[in-house]
Structure formats: C-alpha cells, structure tokens
C-alpha cells in the first residue's frame, strides 16, 4: 500500500489503460519538475484507477496524484488520487451512488477495497481515492474507509 513505484514521465504502460506520465503529469511536474524527475507511487492507485476504468469501460482521467506541498491530506505522500471523467458527469454520479450504498457490497465497492484503497471523497467534478492507515469514521464487514463528500 505504500508508495512502490517510480513514476515519471515517460509514455510506457503501467496497467491496461493508463500510461505512466498520465500519474505523473497532473501536479507534480509543474512543482517539481526541474528539481526531480520522479516520485514514488503506490501500485494500489494505479490498480484502482484501472479498476474504476475496466469498470464503466471509458476513458478514466486523472486530475491530481502527488502534492508535496499541501500542508495535508494524502496527496502529500503521494497515497491519493483524484479521478473523473472529463465533462461526464453523469458517470460520476452514478459512481458516487454506487459508493454510497456500499454496504450493499458492489462489485465496484469490493474491487476498490481490494486495491487496498480505504478513503473515498466525493467532490462535485471528482472522486478522491486515498491510502489511509487512521482516521477512520467506521468500519465495515470488509475492512475500515471512510466516505466523505467535499
Ligand atoms: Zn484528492
């Protein structure tokens, strides 16, 4: 679940639909990119974003991975990711319908909890997916996360 990966800008796959550049890109490299040319990653992210792509078979975006100057949150140790699906929001609604009844166990659900992913935020244009180890609101039969909208 901790950050596995070395991901830079390069155009070489990292799962079936997504490219390694397309984590790197969002925010990092405008930060950083003259000072390093590379942070570390957890697999998990990459997983879920894949998981979520395979799961409503189109294009999957993501908006924000690694900030190494928030003050906090995840993205701060690169254990988070933002995804959504350009001007589809329709999409997203019902990704965030399905999230919200979770207790119903979803495939959807259990695929992202199998990723490891334990934080789900659910912003107006985004989902937030993070690595959380505390913090916790609840606990489930599947393990621990927490829902929160933004
Ligand atoms: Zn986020």
Redesign the pocket.
Known sequence: MYPDIPISYKKIPVAQNFLMYEFFYPDFSAWYKIFAKSFLLSSSLINAAQVIRTFFGQPVYIS?VYRPKDTY???RYAM???LHFGTDLVTLAKLKTILRDHRNNPPLFKCLRETGITGF?L?SN?L???LRQFYFNFTDQIGQYQLFEI
């Open positions: 924000s949150g995840f993205h988070a990711i933002n935020g912003e985004h937030h997916l993070d």
